[in-house]
């Protein structure tokens, strides 16, 4: 169970917008499929979070764009949870390119636990809060 876990992925020819790069909405999708990873990795699926009727929503995205990804670049997103709060979490990310590690992008994603059938914010339950090490890590 890795406290920073690392998503790879190859930009594809669709995340290429019309100026030769990968657009700003693929960046988010990378982001949400490695903290969906990250959270599998730590024995936290979604289908767990279903059967429990809680889990993570997206409150707020940061994205700092330093450079572009084009077609066919592997990237790593590495990703970890910098903060765990009463009903949040702030999860970081980097973005890079593998083969040079070019530092592409920096993020952070501040999650709220909510209750599924209500919406409302609830406590992140102590087995969660216990299954994601707090990184201390820029």
């Known amino acids: 169970m890795p406290n920073v876990f690392e998503y790879s992925h190859v930009v594809g020819p669709q995340e290429i917008d019309e100026l030769g790069h990968a657009n700003n909405v693929a960046y988010v999708a990378w982001l949400q499929a490695a903290a969906v990873a990250h959270s599998a990795a730590q024995g936290w699926p979604g289908p767990r979070y279903l059967a429990r009727g809680q889990g993570w929503l997206v409150r707020e995205h940061t994205i ?13 997103v590495e990703t970890w949870v910098a903060t765990m709060e009463r009903v949040t979490s702030l999860r970081r990310y ?45």
């Open 64 to 76: 700092e764009y330093l450079q572009p990804a084009v077609a066919g670049d592997q990237v790593v």
């Open 94 to 138: 980097r973005v890079y390119r593998r083969p040079d590690r070019q530092l592409l992008a920096r993020a952070e994603t501040r999650w709220v636990f909510v209750d599924y059938a209500s919406g409302k914010p609830r406590r992140i339950p102590a087995e969660i809060v216990q299954s994601f090490p707090v990184v201390a890590r820029d």
